[in-house]
């Protein structure tokens, strides 16, 4: 059974930091570029970060020099590292997998989602 778990949120003060982490079972993920994508509330859903199976990053511009993306193949476990975070980092955060090595590819799996809130 696939399976992606996602946790590490939580409340922070402005300035402040979470790791995130997305434990995936019931697939072989080291095949797949993985991801982040994040929602607040009466927002559409966004991107934040990409991964590609040798370790590409990317990052959306209103995250880029903040967070950092990193993947653990032989834990099958994704990460996002988030620091001198915002009010407006706000969000359900969300692991996700792709079809493929290719990271604009469609998109596989998704996880359940881990809350991050951000008071200032």
């Known amino acids: 059974q696939v399976q992606l778990l996602e946790s590490g949120g939580g409340s922070v003060q402005a300035g402040g930091s979470l790791r995130l982490s997305c434990a995936a079972s019931g697939d072989t993920y080291r095949r797949y570029c993985m991801g982040w994508f994040r929602q607040a509330p009466g927002k559409q859903r966004e991107w934040v970060s990409s991964?590609?199976?040798?370790?590409?990053?990317s990052y959306a511009d209103s995250v880029k020099g903040r967070f950092t993306i990193s993947r653990d193949n032989a834990k099958n476990t994704l990460y996002l590292q988030m620091s001198s975070l915002k009010p407006e980092d706000t969000a359900m955060y969300y692991c996700?997998?792709?079809?493929?090595?290719?990271?604009?590819?469609?998109?596989?799996?998704w996880g359940q989602g881990t809350q991050v809130t951000v008071s200032s």
């Open positions: 991964i590609s199976t040798d370790s590409t990053t």
């Open positions: 996700v997998v792709h079809v493929s090595v290719y990271c604009a590819s469609g998109y596989k799996y």
